[in-house]
């Protein structure tokens, strides 16, 4: 099975901060990665698929990047509404493997 | 617009089953696959696997074989996950997510979640 590791854990960051989560597959995926943000007691948002492509009504601040087996999130200028939890997902196996998650605090 | 609505929560017993609904809107839930995520307390988001509307077929994550039945009903744009023989450590929120295109393992749209807790 493929294994996704992000980092870090936990980030600090003030409104106005270029922030940056990083992802790591255990194999290739391509670029068949997604992006996903979550808030306490909601379902996950889709942000980005196919690593770098920015999914309708979200805004141009979240872009992503990377292919094979490292990718990043990128928030341009981090807003009030940012601050959540960010997950990657793989979706090249039959399967889709999740990270751990990468909580962004104020 | 696309909606997906889940049934209630469940507090259920060791050993118990229980079925969770997700009733589509918006969209014809035979055009798109329903997948079924869950996550336990804490942890991360953890996928299950999916059902094609249309044809009615399934494909589960190995965690699950065995355990989890997928199933629809077309006729009232509803999709059921069934769960057998919880466990403590299946108390979680599960999900129903649209599979944004055929074939995908992304999901462009979530239900709300219903929240298992599996206690005795």
């Known amino acids: ?106 | 617009q696309v909606q997906l609505v889940q049934s209630g929560a469940e507090v259920t017993k060791p050993g118990a089953s229980v079925k969770v609904s997700c009733t589509a809107s918006g969209y014809t839930l035979a055009d798109y696959y329903m997948h079924w995520v869950r996550q336990a307390p804490g942890q991360r988001l953890e996928w299950m696997g999916w059902i094609n509307p249309n044809n009615g077929a399934t494909h589960y994550a190995q965690t699950f074989q065995g355990r989890v039945t997928m199933t629809r009903d077309t006729s009232i744009s509803t999709a059921y996950m069934e769960l057998r023989g919880l466990r403590s450590d299946d108390t979680a929120v599960y999900y129903c997510a649209r599979g944004a295109l055929i074939g995908s393992y992304f999901f462009d749209y979530w239900g709300q979640g219903t929240l298992v807790t599996v206690s005795s």
């Open chain 1, 1 to 106: 099975d493929i294994q996704m590791t992000q980092s870090p854990s936990t980030l600090s960051a003030f409104v106005g901060d270029r922030v940056t989560i990083t992802c790591r597959a255990s194999q290739s995926i391509s670029t068949l990665l997604a992006w996903y943000q979550q808030k306490p007691g909601k379902a996950p948002k889709l942000l980005i698929y196919k690593a770098s492509s920015l999914q309708s009504g979200v805004p141009s601040r979240f872009s992503g990047s990377g292919s094979g087996t490292e990718f990043t999130l990128t928030i341009s200028s981090l807003q009030p509404d940012d601050f959540a939890t960010y997950y990657c997902q793989q979706y090249n196996a039959y399967s889709g493997a999740f990270g751990q998650g990468t909580k962004v605090e104020i």
